[in-house]
């Protein structure tokens, strides 16, 4: 079995693809897909990532596929994060969003 692919950043396609034999068809990031970018003149199987899935949606067909995205965030990486927010959170309780609070 062959993929077609659309970018997966960050992995080489080899990584991803399980042995399988690839055929990359790249696209830069925010790229506005349109049908003819995701069906090709075979019947392979297209697998995307979930971010370009949902821009595919409304023509994506049931040979194509998506990857889901799961984030992995270091503790050390959300305490600082906490920190950050908790330093600029206002003086009173709770948000406020235009002035009114949440």
């Not at 994060?81 to 002035?99: E, F, K």
Request: hydrophobic content about 45%.
């Amino acid at each position: 079995a062959r993929f077609a692919s659309s970018r997966l950043p960050g992995k080489p396609l080899a990584d991803i693809a399980g042995g399988y034999d690839v055929i990359a068809h790249p696209f830069p990031d925010h790229h506005p897909f349109t049908p003819a970018n995701i069906n090709f003149d075979d019947d392979l199987p297209v697998l995307m990532t979930a971010k370009d899935a949902v821009k595919c949606a409304a023509f994506a067909t049931d040979r194509h596929w998506y990857l889901p995205v799961i984030a992995q965030v270091p503790g050390a990486c959300i305490e600082q994060l906490v920190a950050m927010v908790s330093a600029r959170a206002p003086a009173t309780s709770g948000w406020a969003v235009s002035g009114k609070s949440l």
